[in-house]
């Protein structure tokens, strides 16, 4: 079922991408109008590619429900808490962008970390499963890509809100920094190790303005 709605989501956007090629053509819009739809547009990026990744944990449930692997052996609470706070993520992207609500955004990128940190637990209990018994290696490999595919789901509910909203892709910068979100430079008031600042905006800041979430 949540492959077929992979479909869906699919004609959607290329739905929502021709209004927005229309209104461009035909209205020529500037300011922040012009911003407006050039957000949507990334927006709806985001949003195929989260049902992609969707699509793409159920086609490995139904792989690894005909698997005769010790599915036990793993630690499925993790799975469960990134499934749950990937799901909070989407929706309160969605949410954020509609709403231009600056704080509901800034929930939005901070959870994103933890979604990271779980990964990561996820990934080191992986590879200690492997050192103790290298017949888990199938099982843990197949593991590995569901949790990889939710960790992307979180940084492309993340994107809707930063990169997906502004001009310059200031905000998200992919790194990690001394437990500080790492989604905005301006916000946290930290400078990014190997990240070179924006030209027209070395300190970016996510605002909601008229045009909807974006960078200064």
């Not at 994107?159 to 909203?165: A, D, E, L, S």
């Not at 430079?185 to 909601?208: E, F, I, N």
Request: a negative charge.
């Amino acid at each position: 079922q949540a492959i077929k709605f992979d479909v869906e989501v699919d004609e959607q956007e290329k739905t929502i991408e021709a209004l927005c090629m229309k209104l461009l053509l035909q209205q020529q819009p500037v300011a922040k109008d012009l911003r407006l739809i050039s957000a949507a547009l990334k927006m709806i990026t985001d949003m195929e590619r989260i049902g992609d990744h969707a699509a793409d944990i159920s086609e490995m449930t139904i792989l690894m429900a005909d698997s005769d692997y010790e599915k036990s052996a793993i630690n499925m609470e993790v799975i469960k808490e990134m499934a749950k706070e990937t799901t909070d993520m989407v929706i309160k992207s969605v949410d954020a962008f509609v709403n231009k609500d600056l704080e509901l955004a800034r929930w939005v990128i901070n959870r994103d970390d933890v979604v990271d940190d779980l990964f990561d637990s996820f990934r080191k209990e992986l590879i200690q499963k492997i050192n103790e018994n290298v017949k888990n290696g199938e099982m843990a490999t197949d593991m590995l890509m569901v949790a990889k595919y939710f960790e992307r789901i979180g940084d492309h509910a993340t994107r809707g809100i930063t990169g997906g909203h502004g001009h310059h892709g200031c905000v998200r910068t992919g790194a990690r920094r001394q437990g500080v979100p790492v989604s905005c430079r301006r916000l946290a008031g930290v400078p990014v190790p190997g990240r070179q600042a924006c030209p027209a905006h070395p300190r970016p800041l996510l605002c909601a303005g008229a045009g909807g979430l974006r960078h200064h």
